[in-house]
């Protein structure tokens, strides 16, 4: 298996801007997770689907942040307007159910000017 | 207070030598704990993980968790270049969340 692809691996944008990251998870895998890492705050999990459907989105920052998963192999993280604090490294994670182990992405690092 | 708390290091060791790291966590329903490891640019990989208390070996890496005092430790013996890394150890909850500490980058110079 090709593991968990996000895409792009790697984006600068300047604040303002809208973000859009996206996560193939791994074929059969039924709960998907996004996180962020900082230096500050380590890693934390902003959302998670299992079925396709939000389970928890209280990790989710602001408004600005939304995000989809229209169907089984894809998911995507938006950020409108973004801004500099954003910057971040974004994981997506797949897992078989949601109390098993997960998978994770390489990573998409943001960079917002 | 974050619910697992994970001194960030650096740690800097000599090749062959054995590795202790150590992770707390503040709920006492917390079960099962997971440690990954995350190389430099790339995701994080589960290494070990443990359900309750008690002990869990493979190969040169040795997983200890003891509920009583809400501890978790990952022991490395014989300690290799290749083993240097950000090592990341996780709570999860009953909501099926990973809760992680903030990782401990550990550097092994031959």
């Known amino acids: ?113 | 207070q974050k619910e697992v708390e994970q001194d960030p290091g650096p740690l800097s060791v000599p090749e062959g030598a054995i590795v202790s790291l150590n992770c707390t966590y503040s709920n006492s329903a917390f079960q099962y704990f997971m440690w990954y490891r995350q190389y430099s640019r790339k995701g994080p990989e589960l290494l070990m993980y443990t359900y309750s208390s008690g002990n869990k070996e493979d190969g040169r890496f040795t997983a200890q968790v003891d509920k009583s005092s809400k501890y978790i430790s990952l022991f490395i013996r014989d300690s290799q270049p290749s083993d240097s890394a950000t090592y990341l150890c996780a709570a999860l909850n009953q909501g099926g969340k990973l809760i992680f500490g903030q990782g401990t980058e550990l550097s092994v110079k031959p």
């Open chain 1, 1 to 113: 298996d090709a593991g968990v692809i996000q895409s792009p691996r790697h984006e600068v944008t300047e604040m303002g801007q809208e973000v859009t990251l996206r996560c193939k998870p791994i074929s059969g895998h039924n709960s998907l997770f996004w996180y962020r890492q900082t230096m500050m705050r380590g890693l934390e999990l902003l959302i998670y689907f299992n079925n396709n459907v939000p389970i928890d989105d209280s990790g989710m920052p602001e408004d600005r942040f939304s995000a989809k998963m229209p169907n089984a192999s894809f998911s995507t993280l938006k950020i409108q307007p973004s801004e500099p604090r954003d910057s971040a490294v974004y994981f997506c994670a797949s897992s078989p159910g949601t109390y098993e182990t997960q998978y994770f992405g390489p990573g998409t690092r943001l960079l917002v000017l």
